[in-house]
């Protein structure tokens, strides 16, 4: 099945689950999202996980290497072969993060935040331009968590993305709870920030859980269950794009499946009232 089928509430295919997710097929599963790096030009249990997915289910690939506001060379290498990976499972597009990380060559394995600069959107544009020819498909950028401010700005994060959007022409995965914490933790309004977003310009939209400990920010982890603000951001949001599709990302601390059901049976609500 074709990621361009994707409709509704999904799931990160992710190994700890991956297998109850096959065996049990869940009808509140209606597609999943698989991190292209762990899957490319390998072979076992991987390769069996996602071909059986793929059988089930409509298969969107989201990335976590490509980081569109570093600064050291795509290996082009790597290139062709997500490309090869990428036709195979015939994704419309492709998204990853608007970050930077790593520097030398040395990988830092963290999604760092851009400073919110014009040098920076002509970077991020450049390398999106670069991708976008590599791949052969459209790039989505992710808005990512950020906890310190990197650099002096010279605009603020809406303001950053949309100017990205606007000279790259590229898409936008909208992460509510990465919203979310921003705001929290650098005192600004998500819901003004979630009016200004194109949802003309937005292919999916993520929501996650955080941690949260009493006089330390909020860290965006994947590993909790999603709050009560969250969700009701989310409905916020699908009032303006009702046909976004959703997904849950889990990717720690992972709970019994039926747990992780009971919340994609939530998200499903806030959608349906979202059309009503």
Same mark, same amino acid.
């Given at each position: 099945? %074709? ?47 996602? #071909? ?14 490509? =980081? ?16 090869? !990976? ?12 608007? =970050? ?24 991020? =544009?450049?390398?999106?331009?670069? $991708?976008?020819? #590599? ?16 650099? %002096? ?6 303001? !950053? ?17 990465? $919203? ?18 194109? #949802? ?56 019994? +499946? ?5 919340? +994609?049976?939530?998200?499903? %609500? ?7």
């Amino acid at each position: 099945m %074709a990621a361009k089928e994707a409709r509704g509430i999904g799931l990160g295919l992710r190994q700890e689950i991956a297998a109850e997710m096959l065996a049990r097929r869940p009808a509140e599963i209606e597609w999943v999202e698989i991190h292209p790096e762990n899957y490319v030009e390998r072979a076992g249990t991987f390769e069996r996980h996602l #071909a059986d997915a793929r059988a089930v289910w409509p298969v969107v690939p989201h990335g976590l290497s490509l =980081c569109f506001g570093s600064i050291e060379p795509f290996e082009p290498a790597y290139l062709r072969t997500l490309r090869a !990976f990428l036709d195979a499972i015939d994704a419309p597009w492709y998204s990853d993060h608007l =970050c930077w990380g790593g520097v030398d060559g040395v990988a830092l394995h963290d999604l760092m935040p851009m400073p919110f600069v014009r040098e920076s959107v002509d970077v991020a =544009c450049a390398r999106i331009a670069q $991708v976008e020819d #590599a791949i052969g498909r459209p790039i989505a950028i992710e808005n990512v968590s950020y906890y310190v401010h990197p650099g %002096a700005p010279e605009m603020r994060e809406i303001d !950053f993305v949309l100017e990205v959007l606007e000279r790259s022409g590229c898409r936008l995965m909208l992460d509510v709870n990465n $919203v979310y914490v921003n705001a929290r933790n650098h005192g600004f309004d998500a819901r003004a920030y979630l009016d200004r977003v194109p #949802a003309d310009r937005v292919v999916q939209i993520h929501v996650a859980g955080h941690l949260v400990r009493t006089g330390q920010p909020i860290i965006d982890t994947h590993a909790e269950p999603v709050c009560d603000d969250v969700y009701a951001l989310l409905g916020h949001t699908l009032a303006r794009m009702p046909d976004v599709p959703v997904l849950l990302e889990r990717d720690g601390n992972f709970p019994s +499946l039926d747990v992780l059901l009971d919340e +994609l049976r939530r998200l499903r %609500a806030i959608a349906d009232g979202a059309r009503t």
